[in-house]
């Protein structure tokens, strides 16, 4: 009787581990699963007609491949003030990944956050002392600077043909560069940094009710 028990004991011990593995695996979009484009549900990706840095690639189609080039170096999550505001290679946060996604279409958000802020200051009511080499790197000032000068889409995620890959999407504390692959929902997946094991993937409906913008940027030069 006490070996069928301890035989009983060990499959639930057993099975509560594999559901548990089960689980982490699923939570943190280790297992593979099928991705979709914007094409599998009728859905046209729209360039912004903006080569900023002129080397014959679309602004937005850029930023996508910038912020996926940056995560393919499995950035190590550190938040450090750095002089001359961009982190060293192979370190980052989620704001990084927005810097580097504009770095790639020739943008230089250091600056461009720099330059919005002194000159609309009472836009950034949150920064006591102006400073370049971090201002662009918090969530809060790349909101409004977004809402300033960017194009505003719907922060519904179940309005699917609203997204596409190159977007912003932004949480109360959290941002990321919205991709082009898509789960069967049609929701597309975000490349973004928080310190989790797969860089691009399948979250964005975990965020469902907490996204508070989303934006389209374009500038004309």
């Known amino acids: ?34 991705s ?6 009728g859905i046209s990706y729209q360039k912004s007609g903006n080569d900023y840095d002129q080397d014959g690639i679309d602004d937005y189609i850029e930023m996508l491949n910038g912020a996926r080039r940056f995560v393919s170096q499995k950035p190590r999550y550190k938040s450090e003030y750095y002089d001359g505001g961009y982190p060293p290679e192979g370190v ?32 950034y009511p949150n920064i006591e002392v102006v400073d370049k080499n971090i201002d662009y790197r918090r969530v809060r000032n790349l909101k409004i600077f977004l809402e300033r000068n960017a194009i505003s889409f719907t922060t519904n995620i179940y309005e ?7 977007d912003i999407v932004v949480f109360p ?32 409906k975990r965020y469902d009710g ?4 989303h934006y389209r940027f374009f500038i004309q030069k």
């Open 36 to 41: 979709y484009t914007g094409e599998d549900f």
């Open 210 to 213: 907490k996204v508070v913008g």
């Open 160 to 166: 699917i043909d609203k997204w596409q890959g190159g």
């Open 173 to 204: 504390s959290h941002i990321a560069i919205v991709s082009d692959k898509r789960n069967k929902e049609g929701i597309p997946y975000l490349i973004h940094h928080g310190g989790q094991p797969v860089y691009e993937e399948d979250v964005l």
């Open 92 to 123: 980052g946060v989620c704001t990084d990944v927005v810097a580097q996604a504009f770095l790639e279409a020739g943008y230089d958000l250091r600056e461009l956050v720099d330059q919005d802020i002194r000159e609309n200051r009472e836009s």
């Open 1 to 34: 009787m006490k070996k069928k028990f301890i035989i009983f004991f060990g499959i639930v011990v057993f099975l509560a581990l594999l559901g548990v593995t089960f689980f982490y695996l699923n939570y943190y979009n280790l297992l593979p699963r099928k």
